[in-house]
């Protein structure tokens, strides 16, 4: 059933309903981290920007609307400002 439900919907509905989120990031954790191993290829630091990916997806998720767009799109545009903050500080917030 879950699968069944667009990323889109889920986002719309994650700032009343945790396990949507909890939906969201199931289904898209393993690209992300994927996408900031190819980047660093520092397993932690991969991690750690992942966490603060979707913490930060999570705290925008209120000011998300639909758009032409994927919602992946929007979770990606996060993760490139979150790699772009980690290379300016040289560590991870």
Do not use: K, Q
């Not at 994927?34 to 966490?51: G, N, W």
């Not at 913490?55 to 998720?61: F, H, N, R, V, Y």
């Not at 609307?65 to 990606?76: D, G, H, V």
């Amino acid at each position: 059933m879950s699968e069944e439900i667009p990323d889109e919907e889920l986002l719309i509905a994650a700032p009343h309903d945790p396990a949507a989120f909890e939906i969201f990031f199931r289904r898209r954790s393993e690209a992300v981290l994927a996408y900031f191993m190819r980047r660093t290829s520092d397993p932690e630091v991969a991690a750690d920007l992942m966490a603060e990916t979707f913490a930060a997806a999570l705290l925008g998720a209120r000011r998300f609307r639909r758009r032409p767009e994927p919602a992946l799109s929007w979770l990606f545009t996060i993760a490139r400002n979150e790699l772009a903050d980690h290379a300016r500080r040289g560590r991870v917030a």
